[in-house]
């Protein structure tokens, strides 16, 4: 039987290197999502028959169901991965930007993955009550977070807020579906050279490029903590230090990130 996979934000980046990733697994069956649909269908043709693709804007209301819809039209309504990906980040001061832009992070790094979880749960549940896999692979979510969840940079604050948000729903929502097989795992990228934060800045410092991850390292982080059943992955792994040092030495951390360390001219970026 194959292992059916929703990736979305897959047509660039994280997403896109996380779908080239599990297509190398065997028996892999892909339902890729995104918004650009030329680019989504380039992609899926480059992967073969394994993999499908759904130009959709997850902002829409009705985007779950027709997600729903496909998989259980074209695949028995049988999904067994489900990678919340698709996300952006806008920089602003919360006094020059207001709750405009909180509320423009909260639709799309937090509301929409948590929209489309609760439409495909019961397809995830269905999936792990047919009992364990023989090849190993456990039925689960991944949630992309950032390392933003865990340490909160100046004119980030809105984003940091969103994926905090994603970060503490994925730890409650773990313990809730333990018991239904339905692993939930989250991954915690920092800084990771995307079409949309292309990180010269960061790149160009022998002292700062350790700092920025491939998106090919995040898509092996999101296969440990799916398939592999990881509850936690950072990436690069280094990046558990800051989030420990919030925890252990909040005003140490504070001083730093407002003395501008861990930032970046980058205005935007997109997952």
């Not at 993999?51 to 819809?69: E, I, K, N, T």
């Not at 795992?185 to 079409?195: A, K, Q, Y």
């Given at each position: 039987m194959?292992?059916?996979?929703?990736?979305?934000?897959?047509?660039?980046?994280?997403?896109?290197?996380?779908?080239?990733?599990?297509?190398?697994?065997?028996?892999?069956?892909l339902l890729l999502v995104a918004r650009r649909e030329q680019r989504l269908r380039t992609l899926a043709d480059e992967l073969g028959g394994r993999?499908?693709?759904?130009?959709?804007?997850?902002?829409?209301?009705?985007?779950?169901?027709?997600?729903?819809?496909a998989l259980e039209r074209d695949h028995g309504g049988q999904l067994h991965l489900l990678v919340n990906n698709a996300g952006a980040a806008w920089r602003g001061a919360f006094a020059e930007s207001g709750w405009e832009l909180v509320q423009r992070h909260i639709k799309l790094d937090f509301e929409a993955p948590v929209r489309l979880t609760h439409?495909?749960?019961?397809?995830?549940?269905?999936?792990?009550?047919?009992?364990?896999?023989?090849?190993?692979?456990?039925?689960?979510?991944v949630n992309v977070a950032s390392t933003a969840a865990r340490v909160a940079r100046p004119r980030s604050a809105a984003y940091s807020a969103a994926k905090a948000a994603l970060a503490g729903w994925s730890d409650g929502l773990y313990a809730e579906e333990r018991s239904h097989?339905?692993?939930?795992?989250?991954?915690?990228?920092?800084?990771?050279?995307?079409?949309?934060?292309?990180?010269?800045?960061?790149?160009?410092?022998?002292?700062?490029?350790?700092?920025v991850s491939e998106p090919e390292a995040v898509a092996e982080a999101i296969l440990q903590a799916g398939p592999g059943g990881r509850p936690e992955r950072y990436v690069p792994r280094p990046y558990?230090?800051?989030a420990a040092a919030r925890i252990l030495a909040p005003a140490l951390v504070r001083r730093a990130v407002a003395g501008g360390a861990f930032t970046t001219t980058t205005d935007s970026a997109t997952t």
């Open positions: 194959s292992y059916v996979a929703l990736i979305t934000g897959a047509s660039s980046g994280i997403g896109e290197a996380a779908a080239r990733r599990l297509a190398r697994e065997p028996d892999v069956a993999a499908q693709a759904v130009a959709c804007d997850l902002l829409d209301p009705g985007a779950p169901a027709r997600l729903r819809a439409e495909l749960l019961p397809l995830l549940r269905a999936a792990a009550a047919a009992g364990p896999r023989a090849d190993g692979r456990r039925v689960a979510i097989g339905v692993h939930v795992g989250l991954v915690l990228p920092g800084f990771v050279r995307t079409e949309g934060f292309p990180a010269r800045e960061l790149l160009a410092s022998a002292r700062t490029r350790w700092l558990w230090l800051a």
